[in-house]
């Protein structure tokens, strides 16, 4: 058993990569949630906002790793179903602070609309990982999205493009930004990932590496993301950060046990591109 979910793993993945952040979420009263709750603060992750529900359970999940590292997920959602409105509101002041709210869809989709509501009024970047895969997200959630980000399954759902390759990922991102999120960006899993914005479009191809458990490696990427846009690195430097993040993640099992540090990151990033 290991630390894990969606939310909490981007946290900490944020965290362990050197960025100041913090949690909005739920937990239940039970054994799980007190050592989810410490294994952030250990990384640095503001707790203050993650409230324990004394009516439900942690939410869980089952993953069932194949023989080639892929994986499948059986989510029991608990707490972070019932995760509110008011969760949203009752951290305002924090939120409006921050300088991305990164969102993932383990909770209602309408709470995640008002974290976008809140913290697009308060000129916070909105970034939404989707997933877990949604069938449809309106329109309105999309024109308040600064960054997309989804995987081949959950690009072909939301963009209507069947993506295989990385032009169709292409393709699938313009869709993406033409239903309103400024930059769009599909992770390809060994062929990397690509990312289209206002300024052009990029590709950032994945090193070769002996996959272990893909578990997680999505939320390392995402994190790894945010975390070099915020530094101030471009599309392209930010796009092979994250593949590499994403890339030394699958090399370990686990969800939280697999997410690296910025130092591992860069010692392994010159290791595959050489001196």
């Known amino acids: 058993m290991v630390p894990g979910g969606k939310g909490a793993n981007q946290a900490a ?14 937990v239940g009263t039970d054994v799980f949630a007190a050592r989810l709750v410490k294994g952030l603060r250990a990384l640095g992750v503001d707790v203050e906002h993650v409230r324990m529900d004394a009516h439900r ?31 949203v509101l009752s951290a305002e002041k924090m939120l ?33 990982n989707a997933a877990p895969a949604p069938e449809a997200l309106p329109d309105a959630l999309f024109a308040r999205l600064d960054t997309v980000v989804v995987n081949e399954g959950e690009a ?15 393709a699938a991102a313009r869709r993406l930004r033409d239903r309103g999120a400024k930059r769009a960006c599909v992770t390809l899993g060994e062929r990397g990932a ?19 458990d893909t578990t997680a490696a999505g939320d390392a990427f995402v994190a790894a993301l945010a975390v070099a846009t915020l530094s101030g690195s471009d599309a392209s430097a930010s796009l092979r950060f994250a593949v590499a993040t994403g890339s030394l993640a699958v090399t370990r099992a686990g969800a939280q046990s697999s997410l690296p540090s910025r130092a591992d990151v860069e010692a392994f990033a010159r290791t595959v591109s050489g001196p």
């Open 13 to 26: 993945a944020a965290a362990k990569l050197g960025a100041r952040t913090a949690m909005i979420g739920r």
């Open 57 to 87: 359970a942690t939410g869980t999940a089952m993953v069932f790793v194949m023989d080639s590292g892929e994986n499948s997920i059986v989510i029991a959602p608990g707490a972070n179903g019932a995760v509110a409105a008011d969760d």
């Open 96 to 128: 409006a602070s921050s300088r991305v709210l990164l969102l993932q869809l383990e909770i209602p989709l309408a709470t995640v609309a008002v974290a976008a509501d809140v913290a697009a009024r308060a000129g916070v970047a909105v970034w939404l």
């Open 156 to 170: 072909s759902a939301l963009a209507g493009v069947a993506v295989g390759d990385v032009a169709s990922a292409f």
């Open 194 to 212: 690509v990312l289209v914005d206002s300024h052009g479009e990029s590709h950032a191809p994945a090193p070769r590496v002996d996959v272990v």
